[in-house]
């Protein structure tokens, strides 16, 4: 089992930037791999960024590349977001996910450990 819990979420103005952080237990991080999603009211939820294992790979969704960036922290057990330049249709409530199956994984069913989410507002 592994449990996670994020924080960082806000409300902020379109450009401005935040740092969502993912905090794991129950099993030694650096044996699963990581990831972030996002859920907008009335959307279905969907891929932003994963990270490997040993966090020497990632992945992003083409709507977030070049703005946000994942990383993580094995010794912290903590899996960041960076996000940059926010816009508007970035708000959603955003999710941390843990997979002990294949690292970079761009789809929900390939995680089996949620968080329970925090809400990012971006306004105009």
């Known amino acids: 089992q592994v449990q996670l819990i994020e924080s960082g979420g806000g409300s902020v103005q379109t450009g401005d930037s935040l740092r969502l952080s993912c905090a794991a237990s129950?099993?030694?991080?650096?044996?699963?791999?990581m990831g972030w999603f996002r859920q907008a009211p009335g959307k279905e939820r969907e891929f932003v960024a994963a990270i490997s294992r040993s966090g020497g790979s990632t992945t992003y969704a083409d709507s977030v590349k070049g703005r946000f960036t994942i990383s993580r922290d094995n010794a912290r057990n903590t899996v960041y977001l960076q996000m940059n330049s926010l816009k508007p249709e970035d708000t959603a409530v955003y999710y941390c996910a843990a997979t002990t199956w294949n690292d970079l994984g761009t789809y929900s069913v390939l995680y089996e450990y949620w968080g329970q989410g925090t809400q990012v507002t971006v306004s105009s």
């Open positions: 129950g099993r030694t991080f650096s044996s699963v791999a």
